[in-house]
């Protein structure tokens, strides 16, 4: 796995280097990281709006997932958190993002993804369907965005909100959970519907069977362990 991963990484910097791209293929990419610029601008708003801006967002998460118990295990070289608080951002990238797999969320993934694509779109009716058939290009024609569209459909098909609500009830302000619940399940269904779009398919992993086949043969031994 180690020599496929170094080989992967020459052949690209080989290809990166010795062939450049032409002019036209230029100013694609330019056209394409400019509306990447505004997606990112868009998600990144809204992203720290449920997370840092949302009031309770902390003992949400705190109640939901085992960071708790994640923080407790000794088989990291660092402590989960930078600070011994119960702030979010104190916590470090790996427990966050774990203790929201644990309980198959995997939140950091896919939220907002959604919103960014559908409020691209919106922007403008009359230029609805140039805007749409722009992010099929970048699909097509842009490999970073293939890999990420690649990366959310798997990360979506990953998530469980059946085990995911299961976890929510150990929220024990249930005007909280509902509030910050309900929003996270709308914008799952905004990003499923978007991700769909992309890749004309409502079939999660259609364009990558292999890990499809690989999910449907591990699920049933981790679906009772995360449950």
């Given amino acids: 796995m180690g020599r496929q991963h170094l080989e992967t990484l020459i052949a690209a910097t080989i290809d990166a280097t010795l062939f450049p791209q032409n002019a036209l293929m230029s100013n694609k990419r330019k056209s394409f990281e400019s509306v990447m610029e505004t997606l990112s601008a868009t998600a990144m708003t809204s992203y720290r ?11 949400y998460f705190f109640s939901e997932t085992p960071i708790s118990e994640i923080a407790e295990l000794n088989i990291g070289s ?5 600070n011994a608080t119960r702030r979010i951002e104190d916590l470090r990238a790996i427990p966050w993002g ?23 779109w919106n922007v403008d009716d009359s230029l609805k369907n140039n805007l749409a058939q722009t992010l099929l290009d970048m699909l097509e024609d842009w490999p970073l965005f293939t890999t990420l569209i690649a990366n959310m459909d798997m990360v979506l098909a990953k998530t469980d909100f059946v085990v995911a609500k299961r976890y929510a009830q150990l929220v024990a302000d249930s005007n ?8 996270i399940e709308q914008e799952y269904e905004r ?33 009772p362990l995360n449950y």
């Fill in 176 to 183: 909280l959970r509902d509030e910050i619940f309900k929003r």
């Fill in 98 to 120: 774990f203790s929201c797999g644990q309980c198959r969320l995997l939140l950091p993934g896919w939220f907002v993804f959604g919103s960014a694509i559908h409020q691209y």
């Fill in 49 to 59: 709006n449920l997370v840092y801006e949302t009031p309770g967002f902390a003992k």
């Fill in 78 to 82: 660092r402590q989960s958190a930078r």
């Fill in 191 to 223: 990003t499923i519907q978007a991700v769909n779009l992309l890749l004309n398919s409502n079939v999660p992993l259609s364009c990558n069977p292999t890990l499809a086949n690989s999910m449907r043969n591990r699920l049933p031994y981790l679906d």
